[in-house]
T-cell receptor
Framework: GNSVTQMEGPVTLSEEAFLTINCTYT??????LFWYVQYPGEGLQLLLK?????DKGSNKGFEATYRKETTSFHLEKGSVQVSDSAVYFC?????????????FGGGTRLMVKP | DTGVSQDPRHKITKRGQNVTFRCDPI?????LYWYRQTLGQGPEFLTY????????KSRLLSDRFSAERPKGSFSTLEIQRTEQGDSAMYLC??????????????FGPGTRLTVL
């Protein structure tokens, strides 16, 4: 079956530090990969996505590259801000499944201190 | 705002009671999904609709759960005879299935259920 594993948090960083949140996946087919972010008290928001190998998704200074050879989709940001404090979820959608339902990792809480 | 909306945002009920949640998707979206998220975990798929047809249900969706999407617009999720283990955030998402590229799912704010 499909599964997503991401590093456990919380990850605590100082403002302007470099961020990496690791995500690896197992999929029976050829998945699309996503990062969603959940700010305190809010719903899940799509942060970025990549649909094929070597694609790079990017948004709001965050980037992630679809690495098929290592089955990974690590999230990076060069300089985090306090406003980036949230829970980040890596997810996949298996295109072999007609429903395109998402399989999520357990989430990684990021705390950025001023 | 034309995003996904859910009602109510919070529901507290006693064990054994029935509860119903509503989701209004983005208006032109033909797919609607329900997920469940327990504290500290990622969301888990429950079921999805394409238009009014319920096409897949997870094994997580016990007989006490039922979902509908009449007329292919809003959807309801009902839980009968609630148990304490049903306490969770229930998330709704919608997408436009237009063929070709992977459709992106847009999530609502969720309904937090607490069963006492």
């Amino acid at each position: 079956g499909n599964s997503v594993t991401q590093m456990e948090g919380p990850v605590t960083l100082s403002e302007e530090a470099f961020l990496t949140i690791n995500c690896t996946y197992t999929a029976t087919g050829y998945p699309s990969l996503f990062w969603y972010v959940q700010y305190p008290g809010e719903g899940l928001q799509l942060l970025l996505k990549a649909t094929k190998a070597d694609d790079k998704g990017s948004n709001k200074g965050f980037e992630a590259t679809y690495r098929k050879e290592t089955t990974s989709f690590h999230l990076e940001k060069g300089s985090v801000q306090v406003s980036d404090s949230a829970v980040y979820f890596c997810a996949l959608s298996d295109r072999n499944n007609a429903g395109n339902m998402l399989t999520f990792g357990g989430g990684t809480r990021l705390m950025v201190k001023p | 705002d034309t995003g996904v909306s859910q009602d109510p945002r919070h529901k507290i009920t006693k064990r054994g009671q029935n509860v119903t949640f509503r989701c209004d998707p983005i208006s032109e979206h033909n797919r609607l999904y329900w997920y469940r998220q327990t504290l500290g975990q990622g969301p888990e798929f429950l079921t999805y609709f394409q238009n009014e047809a319920q096409l897949e249900k997870s094994r997580l969706l016990s007989d006490r759960f039922s979902a509908e999407r009449p007329k292919g617009s809003f959807s309801t999720l009902e839980i009968q005879r609630t148990e304490q283990g049903d306490s969770a955030m229930y998330l709704c998402a919608s997408s436009l299935r237009a063929g070709g590229d992977t459709d992106t799912q847009y999530f609502g704010p969720g309904t937090r259920l607490t069963v006492l």
